[in-house]
């Protein structure tokens, strides 16, 4: 079995969690506004209440919003919405968004987080969804849950002085408004989230938020500027949203272009995007963040050192809910056979199952046969996408081999030639 590590039965035992003395609750709409106070205080927000009462008041699904009350005061927020997310192959799950999670400091480790994520989990569940996920704030906090690392995260820096291209990229690259890239950005996102495992739904709502139409507190700050890369029928292919920083160096510019985001449906406008910012003047140097750990830019210049990847962290974890669904949705590099045993100690994973996968479909099915593998959730939550090997994980004490040269198989199976990435926070 799987090595003895912190588990969610450790954090319910001990923590001081009294369901009489702390009710944990959806929140009603008059509760909105201390509910969005207690959440800017945990995270030292420097946003607007009021600017976030106003956008949320419409947005919000109330059922899925909960809090911790202690004698009437909200200690605790935690909210999950629904999205999907897109798995090797083009297929995609039902998935259960967690977001807005926080505990005031006068009452963390008394088992209300324990409470809250028991109480979205069930439901997520009984609604059919497949998978949970989420972005953390920090590390420890989710695998107890059974969420494993999914995607990673990278930070680019591209010096502007030593970009020379290998092919000069083309493409018909147009700086447009807010409105315009409302209009465009979703069908070039839907194909480009057609290929690549680890992103999700985005609605209209969300849509109009990034992009600043109507109110609302997360849209684009003054300065920042959206460029289109159209295809030679013109067709739009990608967008980039940057935001510009000028400094001088004895009298030299010297400025900063913070990359906010970059998405291409083609290898093309891909190659065009990064080649219009590292051509934008007064900037010696362009960064950016949450992006790909396999990113493709340093192999479309001479000289590969003029990109550094200067930090590389988790990205969106994942919590299988429905083992059979999972793993039936997506496709499989080559065809094989492995019996999977899954330890979830809060039930929804739990069991025995044979996976029988392949580049055109999969079926899993619940079996008590023998186990090849025996893994914890999260380690299934960890591969489910195609950018952890298995073998990496046995030595922490999360997976066991039963039957030899079935972990050499997993690694095959589970893996994918498209790196995981979810390039969507939430």
Same mark, same amino acid.
């Given at each position: ?11 319910? #035992?001990?923590?001081?969690?009294? $369901? ?45 919003? /909960? !809090? *911790? ?8 927020? /935690? ?8 798995? @090797?192959?083009?297929?995609?799950? $039902? ?9 005031? @400091? ?33 590390? $420890? ?48 996102? %839907? ?30 700050? @003054? ?19 940057? +935001? ?14 913070? =990359?906010? %985001? ?9 190659? +065009?995007?990064?080649? /219009?910012? *590292?051509?934008? %003047?007064?900037? !010696? ?37 429905? =083992? #059979? ?7 499989? @590099? ?17 069991? +025995? ?5 392949? $580049? ?33 994980? !046995?030595? !922490? ?30």
């Amino acid at each position: 079995m799987p090595g003895r590590r912190t588990t969610w039965s450790d954090a319910r #035992r001990g923590l001081g969690y009294d $369901p009489a003395m702390i009710d944990i609750r959806s929140i009603e709409p008059d509760e909105l506004r201390a509910w969005i106070e207690t959440m800017h205080a945990v995270y030292f927000m420097r946003t607007s209440v009021d600017e976030e009462v106003l956008y949320r008041r419409e947005r919000i699904d109330y059922a899925r919003a /909960f !809090a *911790a009350v202690d004698e009437g005061r909200i200690v605790a927020t /935690f909210r999950s919405f629904g999205s999907d997310l897109t798995v @090797p192959g083009g297929g995609r799950v $039902p998935a259960d968004a967690v977001t807005n999670v926080g505990v005031m @400091p006068t009452h963390r480790r008394r088992g209300v987080l324990t409470g809250m994520m028991s109480r979205d989990l069930r439901a997520a569940a009984d609604r059919g969804d497949v998978v949970s996920m989420l972005f953390a704030s920090e590390g $420890p906090i989710y695998g107890r849950y059974g969420y494993g690392v999914a995607t990673e995260h990278a930070q680019v820096l591209l010096r502007r002085a030593n970009v020379r291209w290998r092919e000069l990229p083309e493409g018909d690259v147009e700086v447009v408004s807010w409105t315009r890239l409302r209009e465009m950005a979703p069908a070039i996102y %839907d194909r480009f989230r057609a290929a690549q495992p680890g992103s999700m739904g985005v609605d209209p709502k969300r849509w109009d938020s990034m992009f600043g139409i109507g109110p609302t507190p997360f849209g684009p700050r @003054p300065g920042d500027q959206a460029a289109v890369c159209r295809d030679a029928s013109g067709e739009p292919q990608g967008w980039l949203r940057y +935001r510009g920083e000028e400094t001088w160096t004895e009298t030299r510019p010297a400025g900063t272009l913070s =990359v906010l %985001d970059l998405i291409a449906a083609t290898p093309e406008a891909y190659a +065009r995007l990064w080649r /219009f910012a *590292a051509e934008i %003047d007064l900037i !010696a140097e362009i960064r950016a963040e949450g992006r790909p750990i396999a990113e493709l830019l340093s192999w479309l210049l001479a000289d590969r050192r003029a990109v550094h990847q200067t930090a590389r962290h988790d990205g969106l974890w994942v919590r299988v809910l429905d =083992v #059979r669904a999972a793993l039936s949705a997506r496709r499989y @590099p080559v065809a094989g056979e492995l019996v999977i045993e899954v330890v979830d100690e809060a039930g929804f994973a739990n069991g +025995r199952f044979r996976l029988e996968g392949g $580049p055109d479909g999969a079926n899993c099915l619940p079996t008590h046969v023998e186990p090849d593998l025996v893994m914890t959730v999260e380690a299934l939550g960890a591969a489910y996408l195609g950018g952890t090997k298995l073998s990496l994980l !046995a030595p !922490a004490g999360l997976l066991e081999e039963r039957r030899p040269g079935s972990l050499g198989l997993a690694d095959v199976l589970f893996g994918w030639p498209v790196v995981p990435w979810c390039c969507t926070e939430f």
